[in-house]
């Protein structure tokens, strides 16, 4: 078992002790790091953001030499919390470590305490009551089937899980068709907002319905929106950088050319793109 002993000392594999000293040593107010120094909760939150972002496309990519340092990079980002609410005299790493381990004991009664549920269905139910039992607990008197639902989420991700909410008390659609109508319908009150020259709030607004209804889309599809958006993405992104290959191999450049040019070469990507599956 390797152990942290000074600067640039070091034997054997590392364990979790090291990266609290290493967390330690870098928020080290005289012989730390300065950037590491500075940072707060509000800080490194993005980064947070970002690092969890890095684990999925690892896994997307299938990549486990990958998936391995991202996970680090996330668990670093709980050290560094934890490292912080340790100096604010609020927690530490063990006290978070803890409340996950009571936390998963306590909502799994099926596995640590004997009970039975019938399948995984089952058991998300029984979650999402003991979750509203600890919320009751805690004096939380929100009896919403939307309550808990946090507003630090990314907004789509957040509308999934209202949606979900919602669903299981049967306020839902049961095929994805329907939505297809409503979405036609938010589509065309984007279109009426458009062309009768409404600010820019009301645009917001029917957009932000029409994007609500494209994950509600995704959701009764069975498709995964952000794994979808990700795909798409990386298509658009593929297919983009093929057009300024494709213009530079004609000693051009797709800045300064017609939208109609551009769509030229964004077609020959295409079909390119086509052929290369086809085969």
């Known amino acids: 078992m390797r152990r942290w002993i000074g600067p640039g000392c070091c034997v054997a594999d590392h364990d979790i002790n090291d990266l609290l000293r290493i967390m330690a040593r870098l928020r080290d107010p005289q012989s730390g790091c300065p950037w590491d120094v500075q940072q707060t909760f509000a800080t490194i939150a993005p980064y947070t953001i970002e690092e969890a972002y890095e684990v999925v496309d690892a896994i997307d990519r299938n990549d486990m030499t990958d998936l391995r340092d991202e ?9 560094f919390h934890s490292r912080m609410a340790q100096e604010a005299g609020a927690f530490d790493f063990s006290g978070v470590v803890a409340a996950i381990c009571d936390k998963m004991i306590r909502r799994h009664p099926h596995v640590f305490a004997g009970q039975t549920v019938e399948n995984a269905d089952a058991q998300l139910r029984e979650w999402d009551a003991h979750k509203r039992r600890e919320r009751e607990q805690s004096g939380d008197a929100d009896t919403s089937a939307l309550a808990g639902v946090p507003r630090g989420l990314p907004e789509w991700q957040r509308a999934l899980k209202l949606q979900k909410r919602a669903a299981r008390v049967g306020f839902d659609w049961s095929d994805p068709r329907p939505v297809l109508d409503k979405l036609a319908e938010e589509i065309g009150e984007v279109r009426h907002e458009l062309d009768h020259g409404a600010d820019a709030a009301r645009v917001a607004d029917e957009i932000g319905d029409v994007l609500f209804v494209c994950v509600n889309l995704a959701r009764l599809a069975k498709v995964d929106w952000s794994a979808a958006l990700r795909g798409a993405n990386a298509k658009f992104e593929r297919r ?39 085969k």
């Open 71 to 79: 996970l680090g990079d996330l668990l670093l980002q709980v050290v």
């Open 240 to 278: 983009f950088r093929r057009m300024e290959a494709l213009a530079a191999a004609a000693g051009t450049k797709l800045d300064g050319m017609s939208l109609a040019e551009q769509d030229t070469y964004w077609d020959r990507a295409k079909a390119e793109e086509k052929q290369q599956i086809e």
